[in-house]
């Protein structure tokens, strides 16, 4: 199988860094190996993907051919060196760390497998856009009434191409980040235990980490909140470093920035705490001197021009902005606050960590609520200040949404460790795990302090949430001399911990392993409409109507939300070369192509016909209802007018 190629050369790399970070005949530290592997790894990706786009060979011959040519060069860099793996002493509490946390991995790889990619934000924006990547052989930005196809970072989106391309299908979408849990447990568990001198530290980690509700239910699916975690904890080791060194070697630092560089990439929200860690890696290369600090800093530059530069440029010559347009095709829909005041602040803060301490109890909901309220009323602010919110404020419901699913107890835990620091840090290494705390609550206030409060804000919160536990783990969990009833409370709490993970795992929304709509049971093209059941009928009515015509060219005129990729799925079946593009275009993304494309039938939603009634009837097409989809097959001189209505709107 072609999707085995870029494993390959993954393990390729594994092997090159197991022999380069380990002296001569000394124990191999394997989480640095995974850190500096996984980062190269990624950075070849993106350079791979921006290459073959240049040359407009976005194929899947062009991309075997790239990874079996890198895998080829890194066996033939590498050079064997007496190294030895170093395997920890096996004992009692590792044995059941490590087997819990395979049965949970085991049985989240499993629903990776057996789910196609259908959170709603992946069927309207993240799986569409790799399907038009590879339709046009180019990651150039195309005419679409979906702008989140174009200016969100792309890193999660080019690992989705890859194996899309290769295996010929989305099977293998929902294990990279799988990948990026599995990959946070190990760091995680690594630099807490380093940083607390405590191999119950890193036990305390791995437990928190991988029972983390939201962590659950997105390890499975195409978010990418887990893949900004892991390139941060990447970071992090390469930070935290070896014990006695007080300054980062010239290898860490281009770990570091890889990383760093990586996250950005993947999410634009990584820059909370991206930042932070920028001003730690500069203040330890401070120690020797101004070179020293002088190379970090270029190599940061140098790793965010390379991999994210590419994406900003399409984004500048298009909306004028790096990051993202002005509009969002949204009416009255912002991201960020208008402004900031200590209160306004204060509102924001309050509200974010109220939904994480949400539960599925109604009646401790009401009481969060209502004191939550009796604050605002205080203050003289309405709980929902325009300036800084996005809807009406709500509480999560308590059920296992990857969208909005909170984490109550490992909130608590956190709030725990972070109060308990001043205690606390004279058994660790004080200096390196103050920095990381004050690291994670920057970046939670630069959260806070710019964005609006969303009703889907918990799934944004991981990555914080990750960095956080990690501290907590270092901080409360019991040293290597604590007596037994430290240990056992400290058991306990893990195994209370796990417990309540478990529902994330059973009974998610969109994954659900144990109940009548398990992913196991229901075909794999009817679990894209769990959240909506009612529209597959519709869906699958329009796709065999364009199936069983002569149509080529279809035209896409959705809404901002609407799930563009059923449509490719479905359509995929049809024996002919289909094409699928947006029509009725009326943002920036017109510009994109100078002629736009006549279709032989035109999809709409219901959504975007509320919205365009008049832009609909001034074209006089007539347009067949199946429910929540429209179809309308054009003669060619209906085409001609679409296409022109299509300029002119």
Not at 612 to 632: D, K, P, T
Request: with cysteine.
């Amino acid at each position: 199988m072609l999707v085995l190629l870029p494993i390959a050369c993954w393990i390729a790399l594994v092997s090159l860094f197991r022999a380069e970070h380990s002296p001569r005949r000394a124990p191999v530290e394997w989480p640095r190996v995974l850190a500096a592997s996984c980062v190269a790894w990624g950075a070849a990706l993106t350079l791979v993907s921006e290459a073959l786009s240049a040359l407009h060979l976005l194929r899947w011959e062009a991309l075997a051919g790239a990874w079996l040519l890198l895998t080829l060069v890194v066996l033939l860099a590498h050079r064997p060196a007496g190294v030895r793996p170093a395997w920890p002493r096996p004992t009692l509490p590792r044995h059941a760390v490590v087997g819990a946390a395979v049965l949970l991995c085991s049985a989240l790889l499993l629903v990776a497998l057996a789910a196609p990619p259908n959170t709603w934000d992946t069927l309207t924006y993240h799986m569409p856009r790799v399907m038009h990547w590879l339709q046009n052989g180019s990651l150039r930005h195309y005419p679409t009434n979906i702008l989140r196809q174009l200016w969100n970072a792309p890193w999660s989106e080019y690992a989705f191409l890859h194996l899309h391309a290769l295996s010929g299908g989305d099977r293998f979408a929902n294990l990279v980040q799988w990948f990026a849990m599995c990959g946070c447990l190990v760091l995680g568990g690594s630099i807490a235990g380093r940083l607390a001198r405590s191999t119950w530290a890193s036990h305390a980690a791995v437990l928190l980490i991988g029972t983390v509700p939201m962590g659950v239910l997105q390890a499975s699916g195409t978010q990418n909140n887990y893949i900004v975690a892991f390139w941060l904890l990447c970071g992090v080791q390469a930070l935290v470093g070896r014990d006695g060194d007080r300054t980062c070697t010239r290898g860490e630092v281009v770990l570091f920035a890889g990383a760093m560089a990586l996250a950005v990439a993947t999410k634009a929200t990584a820059v909370f705490w991206v930042s932070g860690l920028m001003l730690w890696m500069l203040a330890r290369c401070a120690r020797s001197g101004w070179r020293p600090t002088l190379t970090a800093a270029t190599a940061g530059l140098a790793a965010a021009l390379v991999l994210c530069g590419p994406h900003w440029l399409r984004n500048y010559r298009l909306f004028g902005d790096p990051l993202s347009p002005q509009s969002y095709g949204i009416q009255n829909f912002k991201l960020t606050n208008d402004r900031m005041t200590p209160l306004l602040f204060a509102s924001n803060l309050v509200r974010n960590l109220a939904m994480q301490l949400a539960t599925n109890i109604p009646g401790a909901n009401a009481a969060l609520e209502r004191g939550i309220l009796s604050l605002h009323a205080a203050a003289g602010m309405r709980i929902s200040e325009g300036p800084i919110s996005s809807g009406d404020f709500e509480l999560p419901r308590g059920d296992a949404n990857e969208d909005t699913a909170s984490s109550p107890l490992h909130t608590c835990v956190a709030l725990a460790g972070f109060l308990a620091a001043p205690f606390r840090l004279r058994r660790v290494r004080a200096r390196r795990l103050l920095a990381l705390m004050l690291v994670t609550l920057a970046g939670a206030a630069f959260y806070v302090a710019l964005l609006r409060w969303q009703v889907w804000t918990t799934r944004l919160h991981l990555p914080g949430m990750i960095l956080a536990l990690v501290c907590s783990a270092a901080l409360l969990a019991p040293g290597d001399a604590q007596r037994w009833p430290a240990r056992v409370a400290h058991w306990l709490a893990g195994a209370a911990l796990f417990f309540f993970a478990l529902p994330a795992l059973f009974v998610s929304v969109n994954r659900p392993l144990l109940t009548s709509r398990s992913c196991l049971l229901i075909p794999r093209e009817s679990q894209f409409f769990i959240m909506q059941p009612d529209s597959e009928r519709g869906f699958r009515a329009a796709c065999e109507r364009i199936r069983s015509s002569a149509a080529r060219r279809v035209g896409l005129e959705l809404f901002v939300d609407d799930w563009e990729y059923v449509l490719w799925v479905l359509l995929a079946p049809s024996g002919r070369d289909l094409r699928l593009f947006h029509v009725g275009v009326d943002n920036e993304s017109q510009r994109c192509e100078p002629e736009a494309e006549q279709p032989d039938v035109i999809v709409a939603s219901d959504v975007r016909m509320q919205f365009h009634q008049e832009s609909f009837g001034a074209r006089g097409i007539e347009f067949i209802s199946y429910g929540c989809v429209l179809i309308a097959e054009l003669r060619p001189s209906e085409s001609e007018a679409s296409s022109g209505s299509a300029r002119r709107d």
